[in-house]
Each structure stands twice: as structure tokens, then as C-alpha cells.
């Protein structure tokens, strides 16, 4: 095979994540690899919120097209970016054996979130956190926060934030786990959907590619996220709406739970169901639709209303 070229975001995290795929590939392929920085709009606008950034795919998009025109052979996501629609041209190959899917809470003094004085400052980029966090403790004071890892680990550390909340894989990765208060379970905050997860898109002609990192492939991940981005599917959800979901294998089964919950948190929805392993999709799609019935759909929509 001809030297690879693995598209990647910048940050340290993503870099990290590509250095990681690259040394996989090597042992699997005995072909090296040459990592290259592709910048994204969700780099470009560290200082916007999310929820305000036009269109989808604000981690993904610039590295879509870069496959697209060969720029690149392959690239590496955090499954949790990806959005539900990928371009027909492209295929994720490899779904590598997922990490901690949990989040977790950094504090300052190295409180829990229960113990967290009243009307602390917490910072975090999600509107899924933001959500379900107001929903366990409506008095803390819950802000919209952007930036790497480093950027966020030094704001709390300086006191601007009383703590903040990650993702437990992205802080394991880069050998932060030090830094971790809590751990927060799933009960507490559902996790985002393909979180803790790394994924490698390429072309879909390449198929010697494809056929190459086929070992790299984990199969219980895969239907994990196969349930999980069927549900967001169903729901017609994105990277930035109030939804946590986590799939995963239990006795033989493919366990699903998942979340709803306004952004203010009061109202709250969860729901869970069983499955074969086999039918991924119809779960995701099922426990999408006992979300509907139950009021998901309404809650939703008031959170597109809201962003115009």
C-alpha cells in the first residue's frame, strides 16, 4: 500500500487521537503514515457557542472535504461529532474499541457536583450537559464554555470557573486523569451519542484501505454507535441538542438507555429497552420512539424554535 495521509484536527486532543490510529495502522499494515492538521469551523470559532454556529458538521466538514478531493485517505472523528448525514461518497471503515463513554467534573477544590457550593460557577460546551447538570442541581450557575482541553483545565485551575465538565475518554487520553473530581454516571449525566468512541472515514472506492484496517475494527463498539446514531436519527437530532444516549452490551444483548431533557432541566425523559445485538438500528429507533411518546418531540422543537 502507498504511504497514508490522516486527516486531523489540531488540537492536542485531536492530534493525539491521530498519532494513536496512525501507530495502529502501523502495527496492523506495516505502512506508515503522515498525519495532517486540517483546521475546522469549530477551531476557527473558539469563541461562539455551539448552538450558534450555522450548519452541521462544524468539527467534521473541512475534513469531509478534504477526503473528498484527496487531500488526505483517511480521517479521524470523535464518533460524538459526526453528523447524522455523511457525504455517499464516504464510509467509516473502522470504529475503534470505544474508551470511558462517561463524563466526568473537574473542580476546583476537588468538590463532587454534590458538593459544589450553591450558585457555583460550572462551565461546559454542551447543551446536553448544561441540560441534565440544572436538571440534579438547578442552583449552580451553568455557562456556556469553549476551547481545547488545556484552555479548559487552566481556567478552572485559575479560578475563573468553580469547575467544569469533559469527557472522561478525552482527559484519559492525554494523561489528565489526575485532574478528575467525579466520575458521573450515567443516572447523573447520559453520555452524548458515540462519545468516548474514534472513528476512520475514508472514500468508499478505496476499498484496499478499507480492507487493510479491517482489524482495527471493534465490532461491539460498532453496534453500539449503530444504536445510538439510529436513535439521534429518529430524532433528528445534531451534536448540539439536549439528547445523552449509551448503548452497550450486557449478557449477551445490546443494552440501550437515552435521554431527553429541556435545556432549563425540568423536564427530564428517559427511557430504556433490550435488544439483539443484530437488530442495532431497530433498537436505536425503538427506544427514539418511546422517547416520542413520552414528549421528547416537544422539547426538541422548542430548543430549534429558540436558535431561529
Partial sequence: MKPIRIGTRGSMLAKW????????????TGVDAEIVIIRTTGDKLQQTPLSQIAGKGVFTKELEEALLEEQIDLA????KDIPTEVPSRLCFPVICRREDSRDCLVAAKGETLAGLRQGARIGTSSLRRQ?????????????DLRGNVDTRLRKVASGEYDAILLAK?????????????????PEVCMPAVGQGALGIQARLKDSEIADALAPLDDHETRQSIVAERALLGALEGGCQVPLG??????????AMDAVVCSPDGIQYIRQRATGPPEQARELGQRVAQMLI??????ILEEVYRQRG
Fill in 17 to 28: 487521537q491521530a498519532e494513536f490510529v496512525r501507530r495502529r495502522i502501523l502495527e496492523v
Fill in 76 to 79: 479521524v472523528h470523535s464518533v
Fill in 131 to 143: 441540560a441534565q447538570i440544572r436538571h440534579v442541581r438547578p442552583d449552580l450557575d451553568v455557562r
Fill in 169 to 185: 475518554a478525552g482527559l484519559d487520553r492525554l494523561g489528565c486523569s489526575n485532574r478528575i473530581s467525579e466520575v458521573l454516571t
Fill in 245 to 254: 444516549a449509551w448503548a452497550r452490551f450486557e449478557r449477551g444483548e445490546l
Fill in 293 to 298: 411518546d413520552a414528549g421528547a418531540r416537544e
